[in-house]
């Protein structure tokens, strides 16, 4: 599983925020995705979902979300807390 042509950076990401192991990070990525673990890695099927859901997707098409909006996305999408969107919503006042 690569990283954002798939799944494999909100695996990890669920690996560090949460201490999950593989598997189970898997299961609860592709849970909130509305996929089955087997299709994460899978860059079609992924790509539709990123670009579904605003995450993030190489070479996003114009209007999409790209860096910190993506993020903010993600965040929404996983029930997880990024550092660095915290600190966007601090200083912008979004909280």
Sequence with gaps: MGGIRTAGDLVLR??????MKLEVAKAYVAEKMGVTPIELSDCSIMREKRQTLDIGYPMPDPGAAKGIEAKVRIAEVLKIKINSVEQFKRKTGLQ
């Design 14 to 19: 669920m690996q560090l925020a949460k201490g």
